[in-house]
């Protein structure tokens, strides 16, 4: 596996980069999470699509909107926890006190209309995996 990073700063930078991913020859994207590229979600998956790229998310929304997959911590599990730590402030804890907590729930949702558009079979052995498939 060859790893080749593209930046994309600014929306105008996004068909830019797509192009340059199909000239390298890429197989598949790894797309960061940042508040651009989750407000131009649509527009990426819509890219990726074009260029027949599958996408990688570490948040569930990319995959609402047309990415292939996602995977990272619970969002229901991480924002109880979030609570739970500001329930004990409120209680007269010192944040600095307080543990640093890992995630400890993950959540692998696949979009099966993207997979069956880019012609990806999903392997029986995922699917029995997945928290959630997307199939409208």
Known sequence: MQLHSVEARAAEQLEASFASMT???AD???VLSDPMSF???ARIADLAAKHRLPTMHGVRGYVDAGGLMSY???????YR???SYVDRILK??????LPIEQ???FELVINMKTAKAL????PQSLLLRVDQVIDP
């Open 119 to 122: 012609g990806l079979t999903i």
């Open 39 to 41: 407000y131009h979600r």
């Open 92 to 97: 007269g804890a010192k944040p600095g006190d």
């Open 23 to 25: 000239k390298e020859r």
């Open 81 to 83: 926890r979030f609570a």
């Open 28 to 30: 598949a994207v790894l």
């Open 103 to 105: 995630p400890t729930r």
């Open 72 to 78: 990272w911590a619970n969002q229901a599990d991480r």
